[in-house]
């Protein structure tokens, strides 16, 4: 099936820094990516969808000043955290879907589990 | 009411018995029904996927859909410890946006 690789698969980073989460597809082009955020025993939360050479939209109550979205290829995604905070730490996870085939399902990164001391 | 109710669980059944998963949803927009397997600190591996109603049976899995009751389920056959995880229900649109359920979190004993 088709492989989404997700880097860094964990990262720790002091209060007020920002952090940079890479999401690629691997072996399918995929127009539209999915940043979705997940805290302990709870579902995933759609955070934004990024779209290729475009700007993202955004999920209600998300700060797309907090949260940057980068999608500058057809094959790349990139989340930022800036100015990270101890209440931003949680697992996130993209997804992307193979543009080229319609009415496919979506296939997941492996997450970025993110600590803020 | 959430778009989609998911029973949490937890749910802890002997080795070989069948697990019965399901899921409710309110939005009828939904036409593309998906069961996720989420092992403990790892991104959501796709089990099946569903188009509109019907049945799809892959190996000791099946998914059923009923878009007229607004219910998904997953069944697992002759479980195994190895189907320990949480199993996530997940749906959507025609805009391929992911709702999901909270997870139902499966316990196979051996």
């Known amino acids: 099936g088709a492989v989404v690789s997700q880097h860094p698969s964990r990262v720790i980073c002091k209060s007020g820094t920002s952090v940079k989460i890479e999401c690629r597809s691997l072996?399918?082009?995929?127009?539209?990516m999915f940043w979705y955020r997940q805290f302990p025993k709870q579902s995933l939360m759609l955070m934004a969808t990024?779209?290729?050479?475009?700007?993202?939209?955004?999920e209600q109550g998300v700060e797309k000043d907090k949260f940057l979205i980068n999608h500058a290829s057809l094959t790349l995604s990139t989340l930022t955290v800036t100015s990270a905070h101890p209440e931003d730490s949680s697992f996130y996870i993209c997804?992307?879907?193979?543009?080229?085939?319609?009415?496919?399902?979506?296939?997941f990164g492996q997450g970025t589990r993110l600590t803020v001391v | 009411q959430k778009e989609v109710e998911q029973d949490p669980g937890p749910l802890s059944v002997p080795e070989g018995a069948i697990v019965s998963l399901n899921c409710t949803y309110s939005?009828?927009?939904?036409?593309?029904f998906m069961w996720y397997r989420q092992y403990s600190r790892k991104g959501p591996e796709l089990l099946m996927y569903?188009?509109?109603?019907g049945n799809k049976e892959d190996g000791r899995f099946t998914a059923q859909v009923d878009k007229s009751s607004k219910y998904i389920s997953l069944f697992i056959r002759d479980s195994q410890p190895s189907d320990s995880a949480t199993y996530l229900c997940?749906?959507?649109?025609?805009?391929?946006?992911?709702?999901f359920g909270k997870g139902t979190l499966l316990t196979v004993n051996p």
């Open positions: 997804s992307a879907r193979d543009h080229g085939r319609a009415n496919t399902e979506a296939f």
């Open positions: 072996d399918f082009q995929a127009t539209t």
């Open positions: 990024s779209n290729e050479g475009s700007k993202a939209t955004y």
């Open positions: 939005n009828s927009a939904f036409q593309y």
């Open positions: 569903t188009y509109s109603s």
């Open positions: 997940a749906m959507s649109g025609s805009n391929y946006k992911l709702t």
